[in-house]
């Protein structure tokens, strides 16, 4: 299995649909899907499918029983490449240095990831900046969208041609 670009790590994922549109996403841009378990869902669950739609079997995803089995996996990327996405940070994501191989975790929608993750990844936490202080955070799968797409960004004005073609 070759080296993707990205990898987009969600961290016991609750809701089919943004699993799904992540998993579209990921398809799309060349990143590989890890899915740390447990779930919120089954992975046939057909809610999941219409959001992934036919995109879903060119997906490159690799399921995971717990985070410790995250951390051995050769296919995935190693800690010090790993950006927690968290509203527990000061440091907005435009401050990250996103090189090609960084992995991109999110944790599951009603909890974010636990402290034992965050302890993992202390150094390299980001949060999406908020302009409306009295609501909580973006939907899984908006976020997810907004970081893959500026580690994209970055990424490509570093050089990288997907298939021979600059995406923008």
């Given at each position: 299995m070759s080296q993707p670009v990205l990898h987009i790590v969600l961290f016991s994922p609750k809701i089919p649909q943004n699993t799904g549109n992540i998993g579209r996403m990921c398809a799309i841009t060349g990143a590989?899907?890890?899915?740390?378990?447990?779930?919120?869902?089954?992975?046939?669950?057909?809610?999941?499918?219409?959001s992934g739609m036919d995109y879903w079997k060119e997906l490159d995803v690799v399921?995971?029983?717990?985070w410790e089995e995250f951390k051995k996996s050769e296919l995935s990327p190693p800690l010090d490449r790993l950006w927690l996405f968290t509203t527990k940070s000061s440091k907005s994501?435009?401050?990250?240095?996103?090189e090609m191989g960084d992995g991109l975790l999110f944790g599951s929608e009603d909890a974010g990831c636990p402290d034992y993750v965050h302890a993992d990844?202390?150094?390299?936490?980001l949060k999406i900046p908020?302009?409306?202080?009295?609501?909580?955070s973006l939907n899984l799968s908006t976020s997810a969208?907004?970081?893959?797409?500026?580690?994209?960004?970055?990424?490509?004005a570093s050089g990288y041609a997907g298939g021979g073609k600059i995406f923008y």
């Open positions: 590989r899907l890890h899915l740390i378990h447990p779930l919120g869902f089954v992975i046939t669950d057909a809610k999941l499918k219409r399921d995971h029983p717990n994501f435009w401050e990250g240095k996103f990844i202390a150094q390299k936490r908020h302009f409306a202080p009295s609501l909580r969208g907004i970081g893959a797409y500026e580690a994209m960004r970055q990424i490509c």
